[in-house]
T-cell receptor
Framework: GAVVSQHPSRVICKSGTSVKIECRSL??????MFWYRQFPKQSLMLMAT?????????EQGVEKDKFLINHASLTLSTLTVTSAHPEDSSFYICSRTSGSSYNEQFFGPGTRLTVL | AQSVAQPEDQVNVAEGNPLTVKCTYSVSGNPYLFWYVQYPNRGLQFLLK??????LVKGSYGFEAEFNKSQTSFHLKKPSALVSDSALYFC?????????????FGAGTRLAVHP
């Protein structure tokens, strides 16, 4: 069964509003989770590494003030897209590590964001 | 720079025939390699990994991958393709950056299996 869930699976919002996406680790206390963005017919791009109890580590070129990440508990990380614009429309996927030292990741089902 | 390359955008194969999805990598040190599959509008599902040991790794759904150090390749294979195998396949390599283990993904290869 699924080990990572995301909510919502799909969201449509107006330009200028903020959208929060939740990522839950269902069976494992995850100190580290990851947020990816995937454009149509393209690969996954790592946006940030979410760390429980501390600030997220953002990849180069990702605006930390636009994509707010909170990892307040060992089972929940949230991504808030602030003041969303149409160019933020994308498929957002979170993941957690397996817990082994080799760090394969288990992915959530993704959230399709459409900004009108 | 550490990277993963999937040279084929799409692979077409007839059902029942063997399939190969290619992946090459460039990393420093010993590579930790992974294959994932993505169905439409879904997250990625883990198929298999190579860490060390036998060069032929067996994974989920009858897939296997062969690690070739001299060719820096990690091609995904299946002896007999199914229509249900049609999906997007990603090769990935683990890298350590900023103190964290991260995955770098290839661009993906779309596999189309025809009846």
């Amino acid at each position: 069964g699924a080990v990572v869930s995301q909510h919502p699976s799909r969201v449509i919002c107006k330009s200028g509003t903020s959208v929060k996406i939740e990522c839950r680790s269902l069976d494992f206390q995850a100190t580290t989770m990851f947020w990816y963005r995937q454009f149509p017919k393209q690969s996954l791009m790592l946006m940030a590494t979410s760390n429980e109890g501390s600030k997220a580590t953002y990849e180069q070129g990702v605006e930390k003030d636009k994509f707010l990440i909170n990892h307040a508990s060992l089972t929940l990380s949230t991504l808030t897209v602030t003041s969303a614009h149409p160019e933020d429309s994308s498929f957002y996927i979170c993941s957690r590590t397996s817990g082994s030292s080799y760090n394969e990741q288990f992915f959530g089902p993704g959230t399709r964001l459409t900004v009108l | 720079a550490q990277s993963v390359a999937q040279p084929e955008d799409q692979v077409n194969v007839a059902e029942g025939n063997p399939l190969t999805v290619k992946c090459t990598y460039s990393v420093s040190g010993n590579p930790y390699l992974f294959w994932y599959v993505q169905y439409p509008n879904r997250g990625l599902q883990f198929l298999l990994k190579y860490i060390t040991g036998d060069n032929l790794v067996k994974g989920s759904y009858g897939f296997e991958a062969e690690f070739n150090k001299s060719q820096t390749s990690f091609h995904l294979k299946k002896p007999s393709a199914l229509v249900s195998d049609s999906a997007l396949y990603f090769c990935a390599v683990r890298v350590v950056s900023g103190g964290y283990n991260k995955l770098i993904f290839g661009a993906g290869t779309r596999l189309a299996v025809h009846p």
